[in-house]
């Protein structure tokens, strides 16, 4: 059966490979399965999903509506065991985040009538000359621009982080989903890639062309392969390890993971886990 990967499963095995293998080659559930962080980005994105999911009903909520609903989200998943890296903000602190993030996307975005066709869209990508590399993935957003013509992806960030030009040329998460909207509408315009950096109310807009898309396609196969024939996973010491699900137990900070379970649990699903299946979407 082919393997299908994503684009987090590819950036966990260049950000750590041993990361990599705790989550997709051992299955290995953390015992603390996520920071207030990703509580915080989770919640978010599941509002603006059922806003826009309304807005495609022919309903605008209200802005009260919508704090509303970001409550009962933020509340449904909450749970004290949940971390906090940074010691000095609180669990009300990211709360209140998130309601500063939504009102002013509310406000500057209102009334809604981009021509949002897709939330939540899954899209499977195959590459390969045998089709033999399959990569899957959720669009937060695809508008049909009726201006410009256009196919739109929209992303939704809540990190504090503001990445560098270079850096978003680089990203090729999106320009993945590119090649498959292209694909699927048999469109030759080039897509939209629109990033919304909700910490700092910026829009970030650009195009990939045809042969910056032809290049990342190989990129990925190399990539692909390369994991597969990967037999050693070392740890890698950064700065992202104070958020990595997986420090109690990782080697590099003098941890050991735990011991293997008996064979009859080694298979247990995600679907346990909504939390964690919601926001890895794998």
Same mark, same amino acid.
């Given at each position: 059966m082919t393997e299908i990967y994503s684009h987090s499963?590819?950036? #966990?095995?260049?950000?750590?490979?041993?990361?990599?293998?705790?989550? !997709?080659?051992?299955?290995?559930?953390? %015992?603390? @399965?996520?920071?207030?962080? #990703?509580?915080?980005? /989770?919640?978010?994105?599941?509002?603006? @999903?059922? *806003?826009?999911?309304?807005?495609?009903? =022919?309903?605008? $909520?209200?802005?009260? %509506?919508?704090?509303?609903?970001?409550?009962?989200?933020?509340?449904?998943?909450?749970?004290?065991?949940?971390?906090?890296?940074? $010691?000095?903000?609180?669990?009300?602190? !990211?709360?209140?985040?998130?309601?500063?993030?939504?009102?002013?996307?509310?406000?500057?975005?209102?009334?809604?009538?981009?021509?949002?066709?897709?939330?939540?869209?899954?899209?499977?990508?195959? *590459?390969?000359?045998?089709?033999?590399?399959?990569?899957?993935?959720?669009?937060?957003?695809?508008?049909?621009?009726?201006?410009?013509?256009?196919?739109?992806?929209?992303? !939704?960030?809540?990190?504090?982080?503001?990445?560098?030009?270079?850096?978003?040329?680089?990203?090729?998460?999106?320009?993945?989903?590119?090649?498959?909207?292209?694909?699927?509408?048999?469109?030759? =315009?080039?897509?939209?890639?629109?990033?919304?950096?909700?910490?700092?109310?910026?829009?970030?807009?650009?195009?990939?062309?045809?042969?910056? *898309? @032809?290049?990342?396609?190989?990129?990925?196969? =190399?990539?692909?392969?390369?994991?597969?024939?990967?037999?050693?996973?070392?740890?890698?010491? /950064?700065? *992202?390890?104070?958020?990595?699900?997986? =420090?109690?137990?990782?080697?590099?900070?003098?941890?050991?993971?735990?011991?293997?379970?008996?064979?009859?649990?080694?298979?247990?699903?995600?679907?346990?886990?909504?939390?964690?299946?919601?926001?890895?979407?794998?």
């Amino acid at each position: 059966m082919t393997e299908i990967y994503s684009h987090s499963k590819l950036s #966990s095995f260049e950000q750590c490979p041993r990361k990599f293998k705790f989550r !997709y080659i051992e299955k290995i559930i953390p %015992e603390v @399965e996520k920071t207030i962080e #990703s509580h915080l980005g /989770s919640a978010v994105h599941e509002t603006l @999903e059922w *806003l826009y999911t309304k807005v495609k009903e =022919k309903i605008i $909520p209200t802005l009260d %509506e919508i704090i509303v609903k970001y409550n009962q989200i933020w509340e449904k998943e909450f749970s004290k065991e949940i971390r906090i890296i940074k $010691p000095r903000l609180t669990y009300k602190d !990211y709360f209140n985040k998130g309601v500063e993030f939504l009102i002013t996307y509310y406000i500057q975005n209102q009334p809604f009538d981009d021509n949002t066709i897709e939330v939540e869209k899954k899209i499977v990508l195959e *590459l390969g000359e045998n089709k033999e590399y399959k990569i899957q993935g959720f669009i937060d957003r695809l508008v049909y621009n009726l201006k410009t013509k256009e196919y739109e992806i929209h992303d !939704y960030k809540t990190a504090n982080s503001l990445p560098s030009k270079e850096k978003i040329e680089q990203d090729r998460q999106l320009a993945l989903y590119s090649i498959a909207i292209k694909d699927i509408y048999k469109t030759k =315009k080039r897509v939209r890639l629109v990033w919304h950096f909700l910490a700092h109310n910026k829009k970030i807009e650009l195009k990939k062309t045809d042969q910056e *898309l @032809e290049q990342l396609k190989k990129d990925i196969i =190399k990539l692909i392969k390369k994991i597969q024939n990967t037999t050693h996973f070392p740890a890698e010491k /950064s700065i *992202l390890c104070d958020w990595c699900e997986y =420090k109690s137990m990782c080697p590099v900070w003098g941890n050991s993971p735990p011991a293997p379970k008996p064979k009859q649990q080694k298979q247990q699903s995600l679907d346990n886990y909504p939390t964690i299946k919601k926001y890895i979407k794998d």
